[in-house]
């Protein structure tokens, strides 16, 4: 294993543990910054759409085109680009039957306590949605390996907008978890639980795609990866950011977003 797949591990396990990162402020914040996480969120989300649209699109399009010819080359690109759409659609299809991963949780919902008829539920909705996530996760954690494999300053953006989008998830399995049982260690271990497929996907990368890697397997999935974070970005991380909105402040993330991923694009070049 060389430092370059160490490194893009590495890089997959921080994402992932950010869920408790969620966990950790549902507990010990007084109340939720919901101005830092509107910005925050949009930010994520700004640069995980245009580093899909403005680079990933178009290297998984070159490499495409180099081994499949122009007008094939172009068409594998666009059936993995919506391609990776459709997979996260399925998987959020499917995520309904065990709890919404989606579901924006705030330190203030620690504030009333639940009733005693609440409490069997309150952990199955906690322990559902941390497998929810934990299920969500997995090809995140691919994305991030193989966006830092091919280059490893695209794999440490993608791994910061990740991860920034990991503390709500965090949140989101660790109330229900602390209601129902009272302890913040059980709530924390499932936190960090649901954020370990990211790792996890990451090492299945590895083992099963990596000794595979040709031009237009690479291709197929680079363009495939864009897909499923322009996904994310839309299904996920501006309907959370507006949520917390206040004065367009996702928005303004979203533009912030954009402009660093630019700038930090042509200093690297």
């Known amino acids: 294993m060389d430092n370059t797949v160490l490194f893009a591990l590495g890089l997959t396990l921080f ?30 989300a700004g640069v995980m759409i245009y580093v899909s649209m403005i680079e990933i699109f178009f290297k ?5 085109t180099n ?44 504030d009333d306590g639940p009733t005693n008829d609440e409490y069997a539920r309150l952990r199955k909705m906690g322990i559902f949605t941390a497998l929810a996530i934990g299920i969500h996760n997995f090809p995140e954690g691919i994305a991030t390996f193989m966006s830092a494999i091919q280059d490893p300053a695209l794999g440490i953006a993608i791994a910061i907008a990740v991860a920034i989008h990991n503390i709500p998830e965090g949140i989101a399995v660790s109330v229900p978890i602390y209601y129902a049982t009272g302890s913040r260690k059980k709530a924390l271990k499932y936190s960090f639980l649901s954020g370990i497929s990211e790792p996890v996907g990451a090492i299945a990368a590895w083992l099963f795609l990596m000794p595979f890697l040709s031009d237009t397997l690479f291709g197929i999935i680079f363009a495939g990866v864009a897909g499923i974070m322009v996904f994310i970005s839309l299904d996920e991380l501006l309907p959370a950011a507006k949520r917390y909105d206040e004065a367009h402040l996702s928005i303004y993330g979203l533009v912030a977003g954009m402009a660093v991923m630019a700038v930090s694009l042509v200093l690297i070049v």
């Open 15 to 44: 994402a992932g543990l950010a869920t408790g990162i969620g966990s950790l402020i549902a507990f010990f914040a007084s109340r939720t910054n919901t101005k830092f996480l509107s910005i925050s969120l949009g930010f994520s």
């Open 60 to 64: 998984a399009k070159d490499a495409l």
């Open 67 to 110: 081994a499949q010819g122009e007008v094939t080359g172009y068409w594998l690109t666009l059936a993995g680009f919506f391609g990776g759409m459709v997979f996260m659609a399925l998987v959020d299809r499917i995520l309904p039957q065990l709890g919404n991963p989606h579901e924006v949780k705030t330190v203030e919902d620690m």
